[in-house]
């Protein structure tokens, strides 16, 4: 059922230009920057996005003066996270992610807001990744971040089928709403 349903969003993102998916996420990043939890956050978790996913480049470079800004690092089979410091700083992992270099960011109570990608999510605030678990292993961990999932509409169900180690997000938000 998970498969199908990371399989199915892929056909629907095939249908959008990245024209389309680049100007979507732009107003994604709009919906996040009005909620108070961004407005108060001086430590977020974001991510450098690939891949078709909700790009962030824009969004990351545009509050990196302002706001202390991690993302994460695929260190075999979980993810370690590390500041980032700028365009300049970042190089191409083994998965085609550009990722920071520097020392690992350890001190996860720092983090105030995490805007957290995923496949599927939907209305009830469960979260469908890519299958690695990668997330569903982190977000435990930052039990003091708001967690702002970021995603496309058509990446939003009714319902999605979840497990007892899935993770809820606090909101879900797409270019057309903000679920809460």
Do not use: W
Request: hydrophobic letters at 35%; a negative charge.
């Amino acid at each position: 059922m998970k498969q199908t349903l990371r399989n199915e969003i892929a056909l629907l993102k095939q249908k959008h230009t990245e024209d389309e998916l680049y100007n979507y996420s732009a107003r994604i990043f709009e919906r996040l920057v009005q909620i108070k939890e961004f407005q108060e956050a001086k430590c977020l978790l974001a991510y450098y996005s690939f891949g078709g996913e909700v790009f962030t480049h824009d969004f990351i470079e545009k509050y990196a003066h302002d706001k202390k800004i991690i993302l994460p690092v695929v260190k075999k089979d979980r993810l370690v996270l590390r500041e980032y410091k700028g365009k300049h700083e970042l190089h191409l992992s083994d998965y085609g992610i550009l990722e920071p270099t520097g020392p690992d960011f350890t001190d996860y109570s720092q983090i105030d807001l995490g805007v957290i990608p995923g496949v599927v999510f939907d209305r009830n605030l469960n979260r469908l990744g890519r299958g690695k678990a990668y997330y569903d292993n982190l977000l435990p961990l930052l039990d003091n971040a708001y967690l702002a999932a970021v995603c496309f509409s058509f990446q939003l169900k009714e319902e999605i089928p979840v497990e007892p180690h899935d993770f809820k997000m606090n909101c879900v938000i797409t270019q057309d709403e903000t679920i809460v």
